[in-house]
């Protein structure tokens, strides 16, 4: 249960005002659901019999924001910290998939704990009266199962971005999902169709960076192929070649689960084979190969992104990355420097991780030679990276003043500066003032 000093001194504070001017309140919702689980809340929601006008009025000292003035929603600032209070509401029929037509204000919290999405959402909380849970939330929470409240097939139909919500919460808190609900949820999947790019933008990115992501993609898969197409064609696709033990879907989930929880790897691991049903061929062995497969789950990657209305740096990122994932990374110093050019070290040593999860859902007699390799090349990076090296020509301890110096003028600048760059990633010459000095006065 709830101990009242997990409570922050402005929730109490906020509920006692509104008691003490003869109205009912209530911590509920998400931050109910996070204390009941141990976990520091995010923010706090209050629910009040109080009208909107009401609580302005309790709260007239305070700094009081009409944040959803028409959905009863004010937000109140309490030593710094914003509380949003919500008058208890009821919500007509949803128009759109998404909306309700109208919002009532009401006087009955169970009729505004009964419009909530899930079970676990639908807790109230009170330091004096205890929780107020008629739908069996807390049930729930302890037994680890995301339910809607009421109907599923009703509770979804109203607003499908709860679907994805519904995923959310499970992969975020290792939940499973109750068969009714999860039936409705297959059922009513296309209705996502109806719902914005961005909102499911919002859902999704938050699924993939979730802690237990395995069996809500391989069991919720159609789901996802709402919004990314191209995914389905992967789904049980046999990939007919020895260095792969699985077929391209469930080889993808098990890549994205050796990445560390970072977006743009957790993407790249999703988008990094998706072309290749596309480019599937069979040689007289019956060998499968997939060229130029890279490519094609580049331009998918990026279409698909852009779709989603991700920001364009994330998806010139995971594009990069999906693009180069099986680019080859030669142990030898001077190719690691031109690899490092090129990506720069951030990318470098994503594509690195990407690999390693990469060869880590492949055949496991191929798995130990490959990322011992790719360690190797790692510690090989980590020492160039901290030797400095010049990457590029501004990096140079000469410049063009340099040159002109010399008697050079216009391209022959560039040119020289160029010739003694080339010299420096290879090796042959030092990035000190002096050698390159004298290497420019041979050079002209």
Do not use: W
């Not at 009208?51 to 937000?75: K, M």
């Not at 011992?372 to 063009?400: C, F, H, R, W």
């Not at 008697?407 to 040119?415: E, F, V």
């Amino acid at each position: 249960m709830i101990k009242s000093d997990k409570i922050p001194a402005q929730i109490k504070q906020a509920i006692k005002l509104l008691n003490e001017h003869g109205f009912e309140a209530y911590l509920v919702g998400g931050s109910v659901r996070d204390l009941l689980r141990n976990k520091i809340p995010v923010d706090y929601d209050l629910t009040t019999s109080a009208r909107p006008e009401q609580i302005c009025q309790v709260f007239a000292e305070f700094q009081v924001i009409p944040i959803g003035l028409n959905f009863g929603t004010i937000s109140v600032i309490i030593e710094q910290m914003p509380i949003e209070i919500t008058t208890y509401r009821v919500e007509s029929e949803y128009v759109d998939f998404r909306h309700p037509q109208q919002v009532s204000f009401s006087t009955d919290l169970n009729a505004d704990l009964a419009r909530r999405d899930f079970t676990i959402n639908a807790i109230a909380f009170h330091l004096d009266k205890g929780l107020i849970d008629p739908f069996s939330g807390y049930q729930d929470l302890r037994n680890k199962i995301i339910r809607t409240v009421r109907q599923p097939q009703e509770r979804l139909t109203e607003d499908a971005l709860r679907i994805l919500r519904a995923l959310r919460f499970a992969a975020s808190f290792g939940f499973s999902i109750e068969s009714q609900t999860a039936k409705s949820m297959h059922e009513l999947a296309p209705l996502l169709k109806n719902i914005s790019q961005e909102r499911i933008q919002h859902e999704f990115r938050q699924i993939m960076l979730s802690s237990d992501l395995s069996s809500i993609l391989y069991n919720f898969r159609d789901i996802f192929a709402i919004f990314i197409p191209q995914l389905a064609a992967t789904f049980d696709f046999v990939q007919h070649n020895p260095y792969h033990a699985y077929d391209v879907f469930r080889h993808t989930i098990k890549v994205i689960c050796n990445t560390p929880p970072e977006l743009d790897l957790r993407l790249a691991a999703l988008y990094h084979d998706i072309g290749k049903p596309a480019t599937f061929s069979l040689d007289n062995e019956g060998i499968g190969h997939f060229y130029q497969h890279s490519k094609i789950s580049a331009e998918i990657t990026r279409n698909n992104m852009q779709d989603l209305k991700f920001e364009k740096k994330l998806i010139d990122t995971v594009e990069t990355l999906v693009l180069y994932h099986d680019y080859p990374l030669e142990l030898d110093q001077i190719i690691l420097k031109r690899r490092l050019r090129k990506f720069g070290p951030d990318t470098l040593n994503k594509l690195i991780a990407l690999k390693k999860a990469d060869i880590a859902g492949k055949s496991e007699a191929i798995q130990y030679e490959q990322i011992n390799y790719l360690n190797q090349v790692s510690l090989m990076l980590e020492k160039i990276i901290q030797s400095k090296p010049a990457l590029q020509i501004t990096d140079l301890e000469i410049d063009g003043y340099d040159a002109m110096a010399l008697g050079l003028k216009g391209p022959q600048i560039g040119q020289a500066l160029n010739q003694i760059f080339n010299l420096v990633l290879t090796e042959k010459l030092e990035n000190k003032r002096e050698p390159l000095l004298k290497a420019l006065k041979e050079i002209v």
